[in-house]
């Protein structure tokens, strides 16, 4: 058995270890958005995001870890935005009509805003810095 041929089913065994995981991943969040919680349910939800997010943000700075947090919360602005779409958009008046749809479109476009940012921001530019030319222009 040659060096390569090891390293090769290596590579292979570790994508396809990555891949199982992704579909766990997406099957868990699949299941956690719709999930409807009660109020004491959802604040040991809460509580076990921030502690795991805190835990892990000082346990490590690696650009892995801040796409994964960045994921985690992705999805807990999505598990929100679920819940306000299903459970609060019962309007009596057409001045709460009114207002409370506004209110929805604020909080859609800032969903929004946060995804498009963390897709922007997740993979940067790797430029080197260089020096400005010629003297300053007065």
């Given at each position: 058995?040659?060096?390569?041929?090891?390293?090769?089913?290596?590579?292979?065994?570790?994508?396809?270890?990555?891949?199982?995981?992704?579909?766990?991943?997406?099957?868990?969040?699949?299941?956690?958005?719709?999930?409807?919680?009660?109020?004491?349910?959802?604040?040991?939800?809460?509580?076990?995001?921030?502690?795991?997010?805190?835990?892990?943000?000082?346990?490590?700075?690696?650009?892995?870890?801040?796409?994964?947090?960045?994921?985690?919360?992705?999805?807990?602005?999505?598990?929100?935005?679920?819940?306000?779409?299903?459970?609060?958009?019962?309007?009596?008046?057409?001045?709460?009509?009114?207002?409370?749809?506004?209110?929805?479109?604020?909080?859609?476009?800032?969903?929004?805003?946060?995804?498009?940012?963390?897709?922007?921001?997740?993979?940067?530019?790797?430029r080197p810095v260089r020096?400005?030319?010629?003297?300053?222009?007065?």
């Amino acid at each position: 058995m040659t060096e390569g041929s090891t390293i090769e089913r290596l590579a292979t065994r570790s994508a396809w270890l990555v891949a199982i995981a992704g579909v766990l991943c997406v099957a868990g969040v699949a299941i956690v958005i719709p999930l409807s919680f009660q109020a004491q349910a959802q604040a040991l939800f809460a509580l076990t995001t921030i502690i795991i997010v805190i835990v892990a943000n000082r346990a490590s700075q690696s650009r892995h870890l801040t796409i994964a947090l960045s994921l985690v919360s992705v999805i807990v602005s999505t598990r929100y935005v679920w819940w306000r779409t299903t459970e609060t958009l019962h309007f009596r008046t057409p001045a709460e009509t009114f207002f409370g749809i506004g209110l929805y479109m604020a909080e859609i476009y800032a969903w929004m805003i946060l995804l498009l940012g963390y897709l922007q921001t997740a993979w940067p530019l790797q430029r080197p810095v260089r020096p400005l030319e010629g003297p300053p222009a007065t």
